[in-house]
């Protein structure tokens, strides 16, 4: 998926799980950009290579069990986070990453799920890289959670995005 609807759901999830606290928006939003980062390896390698490089190792389960570990260490030595148990915030990161991957999985491309164990696409190929009907729902819940100063509509606006976009893909 592009980088705005991972973007969404990790601010999605992070307004779920952190209600009261904008922070986990913004935390959901930029661990959900984290796993695309190895198309910085654009520069060193030639594009026929990098077929097999992106969405390969970033975007396996034991990467993303691994990750989830060390970045919840590592939130929970920051200021918005250091309140929260270590335990919230592993599942916190795991399932932003997690989300992440299985939408890639959704895609045409998918991803080496199963990396470095077997170097096999997993995809589905039932929705579009990029997917306005997934993607509005989403954002137009985060940014209407964000807007509202009313918690429980707030919550509402979210929960609704996430249900409109989640029965979308199932529905897929």
């Keep these: ?20 606290e904008n922070n986990g928006t913004i935390a959901g939003a ?60 592993f599942a916190f990161v795991g399932l932003v990453y997690f989300t992440h991957i299985l939408l890639d999985v959704f895609t045409t491309y998918g991803t080496q799920l199963w990396l470095p164990f ?16 997934y993607t509005i729902p989403l954002l137009f819940g985060v940014i209407l959670s964000i807007i509202f100063i009313q918690k429980n509509r707030q919550i509402a606006f979210n929960h609704r995005g996430l249900i409109i976009s989640s029965a979308y893909l199932v529905f897929t």
């Design 1 to 20: 998926m592009d980088s705005i609807t991972q973007a969404a759901l990790g601010a999605a999830i992070g307004k779920a799980i952190f209600r009261k």
């Design 30 to 89: 930029a661990i959900a950009t984290i796993p695309d980062l190895d198309v910085i390896l654009y520069f060193f390698f030639e594009p026929y290579d990098m077929l097999s490089i992106h969405r390969g190792l970033s975007h396996s389960l034991l990467f993303c069990f691994v990750f989830s570990i060390v970045m919840g260490l590592v939130l929970k030595r920051t200021k918005w986070f250091q309140s929260h148990s270590l335990p919230l915030l």
């Design 118 to 133: 077997s170097n096999e696409r997993v995809g589905f190929d039932s929705i579009n890289v990029v997917d306005p009907i």
